[in-house]
């Protein structure tokens, strides 16, 4: 009888932080994209604003050719099935309140300011980017 109990005590307390963990709802998270990928971009975004709508948090981070999203002017082919593209999925999303930024190292590498970028874009400041990625409330998605 005591090995049952005990064992029964043991299984309770294994099992109350995986049931806790599965019960938590994520409120913030940050979207790393740096795929080149048309299909990798709207899937990220399309994600983004799926996290949104079920009250999450969003902020992106765009990298590289990615960046490229967040200029003004800039419009890629439509996705299928909706036909809209990565960049209207960034607008919808900015739309919902999302925070977008491109790499610190994205405008002067590619010899463009501040006023290339959408309105409402920003420069990501590296020291604020590294604490929201270990922030343990984040939930980081990279693509």
Same mark, same amino acid.
């Given at each position: 009888m005591k090995k049952i109990v005990i064992s029964a005590v043991l299984a309770a307390t294994l099992v109350a932080p995986?049931? #806790? =963990?599965?019960? +938590? $709802? =994520? ?9 080149? +990928? !048309? !299909? $990798?971009?709207?899937? %990220?975004? =399309? /994600?983004? *604003?799926?996290? !949104?709508?079920k009250g999450a948090k969003v902020s992106v981070l765009l990298c590289d050719s990615a960046a490229d999203m967040a200029?003004?002017?800039? +419009? ?6 909706? *036909?809209? $593209?990565? +960049?209207?999925?960034? !607008?919808?999303?900015?739309? &919902? ?9 994205? /405008?002067? *590498?590619? &010899?463009? &300011?501040?006023? #290339?970028?959408?309105? &409402? =874009?920003? %420069? ?8 929201? /990625?270990?922030?343990?409330? $984040?939930?980081?998605? *990279?693509?």
């Open positions: 995986v049931m #806790a =963990v599965a019960s +938590e $709802t =994520v409120d913030k998270v940050l979207i790393t994209l740096t795929s080149a +990928e !048309q !299909q $990798t971009r709207g899937m %990220a975004m =399309v /994600l983004g *604003n799926m996290m !949104q709508a200029l003004k002017g800039h +419009e890629s082919a439509p996705l299928k099935p909706k *036909n809209v $593209t990565p +960049e209207q999925l960034l !607008q919808k999303l900015m739309s &919902g309140g999302a925070k977008v930024d491109v790499c610190a190292l994205y /405008l002067p *590498n590619k &010899g463009v &300011g501040m006023e #290339a970028l959408l309105d &409402g =874009v920003g %420069a990501a400041k590296p020291p604020v980017m590294a604490a929201a /990625l270990i922030d343990p409330d $984040t939930r980081v998605f *990279n693509f």
